[in-house]
């Protein structure tokens, strides 16, 4: 029996996947963040015209791809940014805009509505050594430029008013989410497929969000998963001879399955210890009450289980249940 893994193809592969998995998630991370979660596959479809036009043209298609995504994810960025239309206006325009492109310029090649295909629904097995090169060094590029610049892509991402207040170049910093979303579905594009690309962004980071707590510890757990996906997604394809960029996808969803449940109870775990906000006592400040002789005020951060109780707040302290009462606790 052949052993598959020692295939240069299948070698080449696992390392396209391995890199593409940790890349895709680590952006999509500050997608999902964003509230952009579909922008991958507006870009994706974008990066069809690109495709196309390298394959009329007989340049590199993904070199032409990645032209044509920047700029596409640029447009997303400035219609969002100025205020002309909604992002998910945007990301429609660019959904049928790209895609019927593609579809044109495809057609003008003898081959070229088949060759396509592969770029579509992604064709891992055929990447050539010097395919491997070029997404390997894009790919650092994106990591290095999530990981390394993640307070200030962050800040963006998460409050642009606040950001922009502390003096962040908030429109620099987000065009660059747009150009570092760009190069990643293009890299990826042969790995998963355009039409399928936005799940290897998305899916990892929903699925490390019931498990994780920081902003940080989700992208790092996202970029695992993704890894971790995309190559058992490669090397499942190899032994039940199925589409690899499939394999994947199903892969990243599998997880979310397994995680969301995991997610929901430790959501409702921190709720019921978490404090609610404690009523203000008449004086506008919280009422205390002498407890083994230690003057203690509770409250959100007070350390002690709230339990909403009717129209008030209990506290749980020692075995005994605090219920503010005008300027003191009522013990029950």
């Not at 509230?35 to 340049?59: E, F, K, N």
């Not at 909604?86 to 057609?107: E, M, N």
């Not at 994106?142 to 642009?160: G, H, K, M, Y």
């Not at 609610?276 to 230690?294: E, K, Q, R, Y």
């Amino acid at each position: 029996m052949i052993d598959v893994f020692a295939l240069p193809f299948m070698q080449v592969a696992l390392v396209a996947a391995f890199v593409t998995g940790l890349a895709a998630p680590s952006v999509g991370t500050y997608l999902v963040q964003r509230r952009l979660s579909l922008m991958g596959d507006g870009i994706g479809h974008v990066a069809v015209t690109g495709v196309a036009l390298g394959l009329v043209t007989g340049t590199s298609p993904m070199l032409t791809a990645i032209a044509i995504a920047v700029v596409g994810a640029l447009a997303i960025e400035l219609i969002r940014a100025t205020g002309r239309a909604s992002g998910d206006v945007a990301l429609a325009l660019l959904f049928y805009g790209g895609i019927a492109g593609g579809l044109v310029l495809a057609s003008r090649d003898g081959n070229g509505t088949a060759s396509l295909q592969r770029y579509l629904f992604g064709s891992i097995l055929t990447i050539s050594t010097a395919d491997l090169y070029l997404t390997i060094g894009l790919a650092a590029v994106v990591i290095a430029a999530s990981v390394l610049l993640l307070p200030q892509l962050f800040a963006v991402t998460n409050d642009e008013d606040y950001a922009r207040t502390t003096g962040i170049a908030v429109r620099a910093y987000g065009i660059l989410i747009a150009v570092l979303a760009a190069v990643t579905v293009s890299v990826a594009m042969r790995t998963v497929g355009l039409l399928l690309v936005s799940a290897l962004m998305v899916i990892p980071v929903a699925t490390a969000q019931q498990f994780t707590k920081g902003f940080r510890s989700t992208m790092l757990a996202a970029m695992a998963i993704g890894a971790a996906a995309a190559v058992t997604g490669v090397a499942a394809s190899a032994f039940i001879d199925a589409p690899p960029g499939a394999m994947i996808v199903l892969l990243c969803l599998a997880g979310f399955l397994i995680a969301a449940p995991i997610g929901l109870v430790r959501a409702r775990r921190l709720r019921a210890r978490r404090p609610f906000p404690a009523p203000v006592a008449p004086t506008g400040h919280l009422p205390s009450h002498d407890h083994d002789h230690v003057d203690h005020h509770h409250g959100p951060n007070c350390g002690h289980i709230a339990i909403e109780h009717g129209d008030h707040v209990d506290y749980v302290h020692d075995g005994h249940r605090h219920a503010v009462h005008g300027g003191h606790y009522d013990e029950h």
